[in-house]
């Protein structure tokens, strides 16, 4: 009923010339000239980093604490200009903290678990009878291209947004390798400003080659257009000291701002600003894209999207992992002056959201099949803070990331759920490891091993990406002083997690076997359950083996001879 209503809003508002068919996919040739165009900003494991989210707002919630202070110390001007004309989402979730399942979620409108073998990462396979906004807008009349990685990595590599035949990557993909590239460009002899400006370009042109694209025919010029941009600089690896040596940020000014889970030294620090380098670079090239709309005439009549797959890679309780640092993200949407600007939003809201969101911008009904809600209501209110009171969770989780981080490729699955208060976490298999086998041997590798071979992902905990964060704590596993950064890195975890995010918002302290807390821990346990079972999740409605046995467990064969402890 609520979706009819908008699409019905959403046609008498733009004076549509018949009101949109309720058959999905449905739009007259009237229709399709007049609605909005979609640029759709992805950026690969970016999390909720722009300095519009170190803004103080007095209806946040204690948690957002924690990625405050680090945003306070960059400047994005651009993503804050989405959300000084636009909306900024305070509360804006994943599905799944893996690019694959993330993105599955995001292209079917659907939970991640309800996508076949797009709910893990390898070996992934995307279902093609599984209808996608992508291609639904298409149906519809709209012209789409991507630039980048729109799903990957899996089989029928890019299908849920129309494979090679809608991408658009001949200028180059070096943007996603931007530090390294401008630090090779540099050291031949090139500016530092030409040198970023080069990759600036570079994305710009292949816009511009999807833009021409449709220029070809009158027909195809009179279509509205759905762009998606999916960098992969903010992914691993980027330039060691590159924040410093490209933008000019002193990784010391992130002391004392750190979340209390990570070790506040030197090699961490310089980490974190590196990654918060690659997030400046995001903000430049969305700068060139919103002058280019604006020259082409289209800017305040297109409806812009950025976002990205979940939390940063490489730190602990990051990326693969549902506490926040790994499932919050930034969201931000801007659409001339059809919503009202300047506007906070406090309400849960997850990616598969974005689905059924963009559908009805269209004017189209979404797919009976698609889990996620539309943010039309709250695009369209004039609201801050709280706008619906039923938005007040979010619900996330995993089944596997790297394919072999465990023997016999067995997944970590977990489940949890989000309120305003409190993050419920449920470990169905607690006896194994969450970030993966230690495949490495503690007291046979020396100190300059662990060093050397640590670069790998897959050298010891694979579900934790490489890194100088990663190799620091695995040398101190061993030392009392650091001991603790290591259990939250790597340790095990009981069957349930209850964080007081009130008075806990590091997430350090879990009070699930707290007395306290128990009418919480039962009301928020039976809550998820009831959402799982009610979305079909495989994992709770059936024996719970489906993510254990083939095709999810994959075909590949483990390294016997790697020592493992238990």
């Known amino acids: 009923m609520i979706r009819s209503v908008f699409v019905l809003f959403w046609a008498i508002l733009f004076s549509f010339g018949s009101v949109v068919s309720q058959n999905t996919g449905t739009v007259s040739a009237t229709e399709k000239n007049k609605r909005p165009n979609i640029f759709f900003f992805f950026a690969d494991d970016w ?27 960059i400047k994005t001007p651009s993503i804050d200009r989405l959300g000084r004309e636009g909306v900024c989402f305070r509360n804006a979730h994943i599905t799944s903290p893996s690019c694959t399942p993330c993105r599955s979620s995001l292209f079917s409108g659907q939970y991640f678990y309800r996508t076949g073998r797009a709910a893990i990462l390898r070996p992934a396979l995307w279902d093609e009878t599984i209808p996608t906004f992508p291609l639904l807008l298409e149906q519809s009349g709209y012209r789409i ?85 999916g960098p992969t600089n903010t992914h691993r690896t980027w330039e060691k000291g590159s924040g410093k040596a490209l933008w000019d940020m002193n990784p010391d000014n992130l002391k004392g701002k750190l979340p209390k889970f990570l070790p506040d030294v030197p090699e961490v620090r310089e980490d974190f600003c590196d990654y918060l380098g690659e997030v400046l670079a995001l903000d430049a090239v969305l700068e060139r894209f919103l002058k280019k709309l604006e020259e082409i005439g289209e800017l ?61 911008i269209a004017g189209l009904t979404p797919p009976d099949c698609m889990t996620g809600r539309s943010l039309l209501p709250l ?25 072999s981080a465990r023997a016999g490729n067995t997944p970590y699955p977990q489940r949890s759920i989000r309120t305003k208060d409190f993050l419920y976490i449920r470990n169905f298999e607690p006896q194994r490891f969450p970030m993966g086998d230690p495949y490495h041997q503690t007291t046979g590798d020396s100190s300059e091993e662990i060093k050397r071979k640590s670069t790998d992902t897959g050298y010891s905990f694979p579900d934790f990406d490489a890194s100088p964060t990663k190799t620091w704590i695995l040398l101190r596993e061993n030392d009392p002083q650091w001991k603790s950064y290591w259990d939250f890195a790597f340790g095990k975890r009981p069957g349930e997690e209850l964080y007081d995010l009130r008075h806990d918002p590091d997430y350090l302290v879990n009070v699930a076997e707290k007395p306290e807390y128990a009418e919480t821990r039962q009301t928020l346990a ?40 238990k």
């Open 47 to 73: 999390g909720r980093y722009a300095n519009i989210y170190s803004q103080n707002d007095p209806s946040q919630t204690i948690s957002q604490t924690i990625n405050q202070t680090i945003n306070q110390t």
């Open 379 to 403: 695009l369209l209110s004039e609201k801050s803070g709280q706008i619906d009171s039923e938005r007040d969770f979010v619900v996330t989780g995993r089944e596997r990331h790297y394919d």
């Open 526 to 565: 039976q809550r998820l359950m009831n959402i799982l079972t009610s979305t079909g999740d495989p994992r709770v409605t059936g024996d719970g083996q489906t993510f254990e046995k083939p095709p999810f467990s994959g075909t590949e064969t483990l390294d016997t001879t790697m020592p493992r402890r």
């Open 300 to 360: 305040d009549h297109t409806v812009i999207v950025m976002s990205g797959d979940h939390g940063i890679p490489g730190f602990p309780r990051g990326k693969c992992n549902l506490y926040n640092l790994g499932t919050e993200v930034s969201l931000l949407v801007r659409w001339g002056d059809k919503i009202k600007g300047n506007r906070t939003v406090d309400d849960f809201v997850n990616m598969m959201d974005i689905a059924p969101t963009f559908l009805e």
């Open 145 to 229: 291209g991507f630039t980048y990685k729109a799903w990957g990595p899996g089989l029928n590599p890019d299908a849920p947004f129309g494979g090679n035949r809608t991408r658009f990557a001949k200028a180059g993909n070096r943007f996603n390798r931007f530090s390294h590239v401008v630090t090779e460009l540099v050291a031949k002899g090139k500016d530092r400003e030409s040198a970023k400006e080069e990759l600036y370009n570079e994305c710009l042109k292949n816009f511009e080659l999807f833009l021409a694209d449709g220029n070809k025919t009158p027909e195809e010029a009179a279509k509205p257009f759905c762009y998606y941009f």
